[in-house]
């Protein structure tokens, strides 16, 4: 059922709730890595998992199917929480792989490599002399991210964004906080990764309860896939989200502190 933001019950508040959804069932987590495990911050690189969350994440791995889906670089995201049990899809669900041999692999837009290395370069001419701009190259997409760029001057950015797009019809953008994600045009997103894993893992049955927890607009594809079958739980506040805006999670809370604490309950 989709609501305002603003409408959505408080996760921690309704636990009986959810525990009693879950009675029964295994559960299958889907975790965002940006503002849902670690708060938003200036840089992406300093975005550092606490060492309280990686035990909640790790405890947590250890009873049920954990996966980190987030819009990083799948190494990068690896690296950052550090856990060796989990499935992780990297580049908004464009990069998936299981660490230690299991055969769990899937890579969308390879061909686009090419292309995405020529954009790459356009934007370090045109947009990385911007002050405050960073260009983050990935391996399926080139993320601009313009949150320390002075106000006067993000038209800029948005215009050499809007000039790519315009002369290359086979890439689109994923909108997200303060940062314009190019990537390929294909049907592929957060929700499809979940959906696939879902398969993969051996999860797409009645007894499963899969859960996804997200902060931003390309984690509403996730809450989308799983409504009616899952419960996706939105983590942060009206004012982080930029507005009251349409969602289809299910529950929220109110910062990764909050998230922390429901994964906790759950991993107990």
Known sequence: MTRRISELPSALDRGDEIAGKLSGKRAAVFLDYDGTLTPIVERPELAVLSDSMRSIVRALAERCSVAVVSGRDRPDVEKLVGIDNL????????????????????????????????????????????????????????????????????????????????????????????????QPKLDWNKGKAVLWLLEALDLSHPDVLPMYFGDDVTDEDAFRALAGRGLGVFVGSVAEAGADRPTDADYAVANPDEAGKLLDSLAR
């Open 87 to 182: 499935i992780f899809a990297g580049s908004h669900g464009f990069d998936i792989a299981a660490p230690g041999g299991r055969a769990i692999q899937r890579e969308e837009g390879a061909e686009f490599a090419d292309l995405l290395e020529n954009v790459k370069a356009r934007l370090n001419r045109e947009v990385a002399p911007i002050e405050g701009s960073l260009i983050e190259p990935k391996k399926s997409s080139v993320a601009v991210h313009y949150r320390l760029v002075a106000e006067a001057d993000r038209p800029r950015v948005q215009a050499v964004v809007d000039a790519i797009l315009a002369e290359h019809d086979r890439l689109r953008v994923t909108p997200g906080k303060m940062v314009y994600e190019i």
